[in-house]
C-alpha cells in the first residue's frame, strides 16, 4: 500500500512540475506579445505538427497528381500537366464506365455514390432508432449504450475479417441456414449480395458512434417541451416530426456531415471483406487509389494523386452544402 | 419493495410495460447479440484447430478428435465411431489407412486388425481449445519486445495528443484571434483526403528528418489529430467564460488557466480523446508498416502480421492474432465506459 | 521551489535521450535482410546466417521477418527515399529493380552463378543487354495440378495421364464432381501466372517482338473462352475467381475440405498438403495437362535481392555466395521443402524428410519443372508479366461476373498492358 502512495506521490510530484514548466516562458510571452496572438502559442505546437506532416504531404501530392512515370521520388518524375486529370475524366458517355479510358476509376465513382446515399441513409435511421430506444427508461441502459459502441473501437481489418469469417461459404452463417433447412447461399458472391453486406458490414462498426451523438442530443431537449405537448395531447407522430427532429437537427447535421465524409472514404473494410469483388461491384473510390498507387506492379503514383484529389474536391463541395444549407436552424452564432 | 417493484417496471409512465416496452427491449436484445456476436464466435473460432476450422458446418466449441493410447503402438491413434456395416456400434481406433479403406483396431483386443471402409465411420470428437494458435504465435518471436514499442507508442502518442490537441482547442474556443476560423476550417479539410494518398510523402518527410525506423516515426506525424482537436473545442465554446475572467482577476496567467481550469473541466472530453487515441495508436497498422523497417522496432499489429506470407493464409493463427489485437482496446473501454459515452454526447451536441 | 529543478532538468535531459533515438555502435559490417516467409524460408536463413556468422566474426546479419505486404509495398517507397534494407527476399522483381545492386565485381566466381542458376538470373534483369548478377533465387516453384485421388477412386475415374489434354481433365474432374457429389471439379488459384500456362499450353505465344509487352492472341484468347465456360458450367469454383480477397486468393482450403477434385496450384502447397490434409484423404501431383503448345506450368519464386544502399556489398556478396554454394544450397531447400533453383541440383534427388505421400509428390514437381518450356521461364521474366497477369485476372474475373463480354476484357487486357507499358517507358 505504501509504495502506491509513494508512487502517487511521486506522480503528482511529476504532474506539477511538469506543469510549471511553461510557466514561466508563458507568462513572460504574455506579458510582451500584443493581446490576442497568445492564441498562436497555445495552437503553435499541434499547427506546426499539422503543417509538417498533413499539409506538407497534400502540397507534394498536388505536385505528384501532375506527374508521370513511375519512380517515387517526386524529383525523378516527368511533368505531364494535367494529363492525368484529363485520363480520369475522359469518357464518352459519364454513366457508363465501359465507355471510359479509365473504366475502373468510373466504376469506383458510381458504386462509391451508390453506397454513400444507401449507407448514410440506413445508418442515420438505425441511429436514430437506437437512440430513441435508449432514451427510453431502459434498465440496463449502460450496457446496452456500451453494446452498441463496441464495434467502433474495432479496426476496420477486424471488423471485415469477423464478417469474412461468418459469411464465407462454410461460415457459421451458411451453417445455420442449412440448420434450417435452406440451401447455404454465396453471400459475397453475388454483385447486389456483395454490396448490401459492405453496407451493413459499415453501419455495423460505425452506427454507436452515432447513436451517442444523437443520444446526447435527444437527452438535451427540455422535458417541459414534452410535457407541454402532452397537456395538448398531440399524437407521437407529430411531436416527433415538430418538436424532436428539428430540436434535434444540430445533431443529425453532425452525424451526416461526419458519415458522409467516413462514407465517401471507405476502404479498409470493404478491401478485406470483398477485396473489390465480384468482378469490380464493391469497389470504391479509395480502393481505386490504392491499387493505382500501391499494388499494382506498375505504379502510377500521379494518377493516384490525381484522383484523391478529385475526391477531395468533391468531398469539400458537398461537406459546405450541407453545412451551409443546415446553418440557419443551428441556433448558436458560434459556428 | 414498492420503490423496487416501481423501478423494475419504470416505464412511459402508464404504470405498465406496454408493447412499445417490449419491442423496445427486444430491439436491444438483438442489436446487443448482433452486435457482440460476430466478436464472440471469432474468439470461439481463434480456439480451433486448422483441421477444426475447415469442418463444415462448424462446431460451437472447438474441438478435436479424440486419440487413445492403445498397447503395442509406439503413438496415440485416433478414434472413431463406426457407423454401419458388421461392426456398427463399436469404436475403434485408426493403424492406417490407405484409399477407401482403413485397419482399425479395437482398443481393448489390440491384437485383430479389422478393415472398415471409410464411409462406414465417423470422427469421434471431444472439446479441446487449441491454445497452441496463441503459444505458437508467443513464442514465434519476441513477443514482449513488440508489446512493449506498442504500449510506448501508444501512450505517449496518446498524451502528446491529450496535450497537443487541448492547447489547440484552448485557443481556438476562448481566444479571438485573426486566424483563428481559417486554421479550424483547413485542419476540417484536410480530412477530405484519403490517408492512404498521404502516406508516401509522409515517408518522404519523415526520412528527411531522420525518423524512420524509430516509434517517433509513428507518434510524431500522428498526434495533431484533427477530429481531436474539433471534439475539443466543441466541448470548450460550452465552458463558461465568467470563470477564465475571475482567474484573469486573479492574476493568474492564462498557461495557469488552461491547466488549472479548463483541463479539468474537459475531463469528459479527453477521456474520449484518450480512448480514441488509444485505438488509433494500437490498432494502426499502414503507417508504421511503412516506416518501420527492423524488427526490434516492430508495433506489435505489424509483427502478428509477420507470418502472412504471399501464397498462404493460415486462419487459425490470424484468428488468433486478431483476438490479441482486440483484448487491450476491450479492457480499456470497459474501463472508461462511462466518460466515453458522456463525453461524446457533450461535444456532439453542439 | 527546490523540488522543481533537478526535475525539470532530469525531464529536460530524458526528453532528449529518446529524442535522440537509438545510437549503435558498429564496428562489423552490418546487414538487415528484409524477409518474409511462405513456409518457414526466414527462419531456416537465420538459420544458415548464424552459421555463416561463426565463421566471418566482423559480419552482422539481422534478419527482418515481415509480412509479404509490406515488402511489396513498403520496401520499394523505402528504397526511393535512400532508407532500405540491404538485402530483401522479393517475388516481384520489376519493383526494385532500380535500386537492385550488381555482385558480379564482389563475386568471388561469377561464373558458378551463370552456370548453375542461368535461366533463373534473368528473372532480375532489366533487358537484353542486362548481364549483371543481382540476387538469388530462394526457391524455384511449379505450378501443376493437384489431385484428390481419393474422390476420382470413389467415382472410378482414372487420374489422367501424362499427355491428357486440358480438356480431357476438365471433363475428368466434372465427372468425378458428379458421381461423388463434390460441389466442383477445379479450381485454379486466383493468379494471372497460374492462368499463364495452360494458357501458353494451349498456344499463346505472349510476345511477338523483342521489347514488346506481351499480348493477347489466339491461344490466349482459345484458353480464356474455355476457363470462363467451365466457370460458368460448374466445373470450376467461380468462388475463387470472382469474389473476394483483394488480389491473390488460393483454393487449398477448398480443396483440404474435399470440395474440389483438382487444384492447379503449386509446388510451395507441398508443406501444407503434408501437415494440414496429411493422409485424410490421397493426394496426389498430376503431370502438366497438354494443349498445341505444349504441357507446360510457370515457374516462379521469390529471391534474395541485393541494393545499391547497402554500405557493405562485399559483404553481402559473401553471404548471398554462402546460400548459393551446393552444399548450403540444398540443405536450405530440404529445410524449407522447396525445390531448387539451382541447376545442378534439380538433376539429383535431395533428401527431403518427407511422408511417401510427399516424396512421390515432390518427385512429380520435379518432373514437372523439368517439362517447363522457355516461353514460359521468359513470361515469368518478363518487366511487363506482373501487369499482364494483374490485368488477366481483373478482366477475365470481371468477364466471368458477366460485367463485361469477352470481346471487351481482351480489348481491356490490351489496353491495360499498353498503359502500364507508357507509363514504364515515361522518362
Keep these: 500500500m505504501t509504495i502506491a502512495a509513494t508512487a502517487g506521490r511521486g506522480l503528482g510530484r511529476l504532474y506539477a512540475a511538469l506543469m510549471n514548466l511553461p510557466e514561466r516562458p508563458m507568462r513572460w510571452a504574455q506579458g510582451h506579445l500584443p493581446d490576442g496572438r497568445l492564441g498562436w502559442l497555445f495552437v503553435g505546437p499541434n499547427l506546426a505538427i499539422f503543417a509538417v506532416f498533413t499539409f506538407l504531404p497534400i502540397l507534394i501530392d498536388f505536385y505528384y497528381s501532375g506527374t508521370g512515370g513511375t519512380n517515387l521520388l517526386p524529383t525523378e518524375r516527368p511533368w505531364v500537366g494535367s494529363e492525368n486529370f484529363a485520363s480520369l475524366t475522359s469518357c464518352q458517355d459519364y454513366l457508363d464506365p465501359n465507355s471510359c479510358v479509365r473504366d475502373q476509376f468510373w466504376y469506383a465513382i458510381w458504386n462509391t455514390a451508390k453506397f454513400v446515399v444507401l449507407q448514410v441513409t440506413l445508418m442515420l435511421v438505425f441511429s436514430l432508432a437506437t437512440a430513441l430506444v435508449l432514451n427510453r427508461k431502459i434498465i440496463g441502459r449502460g450496457f446496452f449504450r456500451a453494446a452498441f459502441f463496441y464495434p467502433v473501437l474495432l479496426s476496420p481489418v477486424v471488423v471485415a475479417l469477423i464478417w469474412k469469417w461468418v459469411l464465407q461459404r462454410d461460415g457459421v452463417l451458411n451453417a445455420a441456414f442449412v440448420g434450417a433447412g435452406l440451401e447455404p447461399v454465396e453471400w459475397l458472391l453475388g454483385a447486389r449480395s456483395a454490396f448490401g453486406w459492405t453496407v451493413f458490414v459499415s453501419i455495423w462498426a460505425h452506427m454507436g458512434f452515432y447513436t451517442l451523438i444523437l443520444l446526447a442530443g435527444l437527452q438535451a431537449i427540455p422535458a417541459d417541451i414534452y410535457e407541454a405537448a402532452a397537456m395538448d395531447a398531440a399524437p407521437p407522430s407529430r411531436v416527433f416530426r415538430r418538436i424532436t427532429l428539428p430540436l434535434l437537427m444540430p445533431s443529425v447535421l453532425v452525424v451526416l456531415v461526419l458519415g458522409l465524409i467516413r462514407a465517401v472514404q471507405i476502404f479498409d473494410e470493404v478491401y478485406v471483406l470483398t477485396g473489390g469483388g465480384p468482378g469490380s461491384a464493391t469497389t470504391y473510390l479509395v480502393e481505386f487509389i490504392y491499387n493505382t498507387g500501391f499494388s499494382s506492379q506498375v505504379r502510377q503514383y500521379g494518377l493516384a494523386a490525381a484522383a484523391s484529389l478529385l475526391l477531395a474536391g468533391v468531398l469539400l463541395v458537398l461537406t459546405l452544402i450541407q453545412l451551409r444549407g443546415m446553418r440557419p436552424s443551428k441556433g448558436d452564432g458560434r459556428g | ?350 | 521551489m527546490p523540488v522543481d529543478f533537478p526535475l525539470r532538468l532530469t525531464l529536460a535531459a530524458a526528453a532528449l535521450a529518446t529524442l535522440g533515438g537509438m545510437t549503435a555502435a558498429a564496428n562489423a559490417a552490418d546487414i538487415r535482410i528484409a524477409c518474409y516467409s511462405d513456409g518457414n524460408e526466414c527462419p531456416a536463413t537465420k538459420i544458415l546466417a548464424e552459421r555463416f556468422m561463426k565463421d566471418h566474426a566482423d559480419i552482422h546479419i539481422t534478419i527482418d521477418e515481415m509480412p509479404y505486404k509490406q515488402i511489396l509495398e513498403s520496401v520499394p517507397v523505402q528504397l526511393a527515399a535512400g532508407n532500405g534494407p540491404d538485402i530483401a527476399r522479393i517475388s516481384d522483381f520489376g519493383q526494385v529493380a532500380p535500386y537492385q545492386l550488381d555482385l558480379t565485381p564482389y563475386l568471388p566466381d561469377a561464373d558458378y552463378w551463370q552456370k548453375a542458376y542461368g535461366p533463373v538470373l534473368d528473372w532480375m534483369r532489366t533487358g537484353p543487354n542486362d548481364h549483371g548478377i543481382y540476387g538469388l533465387m530462394t526457391q524455384l516453384t511449379v505450378s501443376a495440378p493437384l489431385v484428390d485421388k481419393t474422390l476420382f477412386d470413389q467415382a472410378g475415374v482414372p487420374v489422367p495421364a501424362k499427355g491428357a489434354t486440358w480438356d480431357d481433365w476438365a471433363a475428368a474432374a466434372l465427372k468425378v464432381a458428379k458421381a461423388t457429389k463434390t460441389p466442383f471439379g477445379m479450381a485454379w488459384d486466383r493468379s494471372g501466372a497460374r492462368f499463364s500456362g495452360p494458357a501458353i499450353s494451349q498456344g499463346a505465344k505472349f510476345f511477338y517482338a523483342a521489347g514488346h509487352p506481351p499480348v493477347v492472341d489466339d491461344g490466349f484468347k482459345a484458353m480464356a473462352a474455355k476457363f470462363v465456360k467451365w466457370n460458368q458450367d460448374g466445373t470450376i469454383d467461380k468462388d475463387v475467381w470472382v469474389s473476394t480477397g483483394g488480389g491473390y486468393r488460393d483454393a487449398f482450403e477448398e480443396f483440404a475440405n474435399g470440395k474440389i477434385a483438382v487444384y492447379l496450384s503449386g509446388s510451395w502447397q507441398l508443406a501444407r498438403l503434408q501437415k494440414q490434409i496429411g493422409d485424410g484423404f490421397d493426394w496426389v501431383v498430376g503431370d502438366a495437362p497438354c494443349g498445341p503448345g505444349g504441357c507446360t506450368g510457370m515457374p516462379g519464386g521469390a529471391g534474395f535481392v541485393a541494393f545499391k544502399g547497402t554500405k557493405s556489398p562485399k559483404e553481402v556478396a559473401l553471404f548471398l555466395d554462402y546460400l548459393a554454394s551446393e552444399p548450403v544450397y540444398a540443405e536450405w531447400m530440404v529445410m524449407t521443402s522447396n525445390l531448387p533453383a539451382n541447376l545442378d541440383l534439380q538433376k539429383k534427388k535431395l533428401d527431403y524428410k518427407f511422408t511417401p505421400a510427399g516424396v512421390a509428390a515432390m518427385a512429380q514437381f520435379q518432373a514437372n519443372a523439368a517439362t517447363l518450356t522457355p516461353l514460359a521461364y521468359k513470361l515469368q521474366g518478363d518487366g511487363l508479366s506482373r501487369p499482364m497477369f494483374n490485368a488477366t485476372v481483373d478482366r477475365i474475373s470481371q468477364a466471368i461476373a458477366g460485367q463485361i463480354t469477352l470481346d471487351q476484357a481482351y480489348e481491356r487486357i490490351t489496353a491495360d498492358v499498353a498503359d502500364a507499358a507508357a507509363a514504364k517507358n515515361k522518362k
Design chain 2, 1 to 350: 419493495m414498492a420503490r423496487l417493484a416501481r423501478m423494475m417496471t419504470a416505464t412511459r409512465g402508464h404504470g405498465r410495460m406496454d408493447w412499445t416496452d417490449w419491442a423496445s427491449y427486444l430491439y436491444l436484445i438483438l442489436g446487443t447479440a448482433l452486435m457482440l456476436g460476430p466478436v464472440l464466435w471469432l474468439a470461439l473460432s481463434s480456439l480451433k484447430s486448422p483441421a477444426g476450422l475447415i469442418e463444415f458446418p462448424p462446431t460451437l466449441l472447438p474441438q478435436e478428435q479424440v486419440r487413445v493410447s492403445v498397447p503395442n503402438y509406439p503413438n496415440p491413434l485416433p478414434l472413431y465411431r463406426i457407423t454401419k456395416g458388421d461392426h456398427a456400434g463399436q469404436t475403434l481406433a485408426e493403424v492406417r489407412k490407405i484409399g477407401l479403406q482403413a485397419t482399425m483396431v479395437d482398443p481393448a483386443a489390440p491384437e485383430t486388425p479389422i478393415r472398415v471402409p471409410v464411409e462406414d465411420r465417423t470422427k469421434l470428437m471431444q472439446f479441446h481449445a487449441a491454445w497452441d494458435n496463441y503459444g505458437d504465435l508467443l513464442q514465434k518471436f519476441d513477443f514482449g519486445r513488440y508489446l512493449w514499442n506498442s504500449v510506448f507508442i501508444t501512450s505517449v502518442a496518446t498524451i502528446l495528443t491529450l496535450l497537443l490537441n487541448s492547447m489547440a482547442a484552448f485557443a481556438l474556443s476562448k481566444y479571438k484571434f485573426a486566424g483563428r476560423e481559417p486554421v479550424f476550417l483547413l485542419m476540417l479539410a484536410t480530412l477530405m483526403i484519403p490517408p492512404t494518398i498521404i502516406l508516401v510523402p509522409n515517408y518522404l518527410i519523415a526520412a528527411v528528418l531522420g525518423l524512420t525506423d524509430n516509434p517517433w516515426g509513428v507518434i510524431w506525424p500522428a498526434v495533431a489529430t484533427p477530429t481531436g482537436v474539433f471534439l475539443l473545442r466543441q466541448y470548450m465554446l460550452t465552458l463558461p467564460d465568467d470563470l477564465l475572467e475571475a482567474a484573469r482577476m486573479d492574476n493568474a496567467s492564462e498557461w495557469r488557466i488552461y491547466w488549472r481550469i479548463v483541463l479539468p473541466l474537459s475531463k469528459p472530453a479527453l477521456a474520449v480523446l484518450a480512448i480514441f487515441s488509444v485505438m488509433w495508436r494500437w490498432n494502426e497498422f499502414l503507417w508504421p508498416m511503412v516506416v518501420l523497417g527492423r524488427n526490434e522496432t516492430f508495433t506489435l499489429p505489424l509483427a502478428l502480421n509477420s507470418f502472412q506470407g504471399e501464397l498462404t493464409t493460415q486462419w487459425n493463427y490470424l484468428l488468433a492474432m486478431t483476438v490479441v489485437t482486440l483484448i487491450p482496446v476491450t479492457v480499456i473501454f470497459a474501463l472508461l465506459q462511462r466518460h466515453i459515452t458522456q463525453g461524446i454526447a457533450s461535444a456532439g451536441v453542439k
